[in-house]
C-alpha cells in the first residue's frame, strides 16, 4: 500500500486524491509504522487536496499525531480494532450495511471487483470489505495505468455503492468510542475528505 503522506506542493488534483485514499488505506489496516508517522508530524498542515474544507480535520490529524507516541498511537490502534473476538469498532462494511460479517454486501464487492479485474492480495489476511481494502481499490480506480477501469465513471460507481454508504457510520463509532484519541481525529478527517468526494462524484451527475 502507498505510505506516502500528501502535502501542499503543486501535485495535481488526482495525484493528491490517490495519496490521500492511499494514506487512509496504510492507517486503518494496522498500527502505523514510526517512518509514516514520522512524516505525518512534519506534514504541512494546509488542505492535502484542493478545497480548503479539508485543511482543519487535516491540521487536527497531524496535531494529535504530534502529540502521541508511536507506542500510544499503535496501543489504540490494538485497543479499537485487535483484540481477540469481537473488536471495539469493526473496520468491514458488511458490519454496518447488513449487520453482519461475510454477508451479501461482501459478496456484491467481490462480484464487482473481479469484473474490474482486481482481487485481494494472499498476502492480506482482511476480507475485501475493509476500509483499508476499498481505500485501495479507490487509489487505484484514480491512478491505475488501465483506462478501461481507472476512470471517474468507475470510481462514482465504486464510491456509491461500495464505500459511501457505511464510513459515516464507521467513523461516529470510532468518534464516539471514549479511547480514540488519534483515530477519532483520523475519523474526522476520513469523514470531511470523503465528503468532499461524495460532491465531486454529484457534480458528475
Known amino acids: 500500500m502507498n505510505e506516502s503522506v500528501p502535502t501542499s506542493s503543486a501535485l495535481d488534483e ?73 473488536p471495539e469498532v469493526y473496520l468491514f462494511g458488511s458490519h454496518y450495511i447488513s449487520g453482519f460479517l461475510n454477508e451479501k454486501p461482501l459478496a456484491r464487492l467481490r462480484t464487482d471487483l473481479a469484473a474490474m479485474g482486481l482481487a485481494r492480495g494472499d498476502d492480506m489476511p ?13 487509489r487505484y480506480l484514480i491512478a491505475g495505468d488501465d483506462v478501461e477501469v481507472a476512470n471517474l465513471t468507475r470510481q462514482a460507481e465504486f464510491f456509491a455503492i461500495h464505500v459511501q454508504p457505511w464510513v459515516n457510520t464507521l467513523c461516529d463509532a470510532i468518534v464516539a468510542n471514549p479511547r480514540a484519541r488519534f483515530y477519532a481525529q483520523l475519523a474526522g478527517f476520513t469523514r470531511a475528505f470523503l465528503s468532499v468526494e461524495a460532491q465531486g462524484f454529484d457534480m458528475l451527475d
Not at 482482511?126 to 479507490?138: G, Q
Open 126 to 138: 482482511e476480507t475485501e470489505d475493509h476500509i483499508a481494502y476499498l481505500c485501495e481499490v479507490m
Open 14 to 86: 488526482e495525484t493528491a486524491r490517490a495519496e490521500v485514499y492511499g494514506l487512509l488505506a496504510v492507517l486503518y489496516y494496522a498500527p502505523p509504522e514510526p517512518s509514516l508517522l514520522e512524516s505525518l508530524r512534519v506534514a504541512v498542515t494546509q488542505a492535502p487536496a484542493a478545497g480548503g474544507f479539508l485543511e482543519e480535520p487535516w491540521r487536527a490529524l497531524v496535531g494529535i499525531a504530534r502529540d502521541m507516541s508511536d507506542e500510544a498511537i499503535a496501543r489504540e490502534y490494538d485497543a479499537l480494532f485487535g483484540g481477540v473476538g469481537k
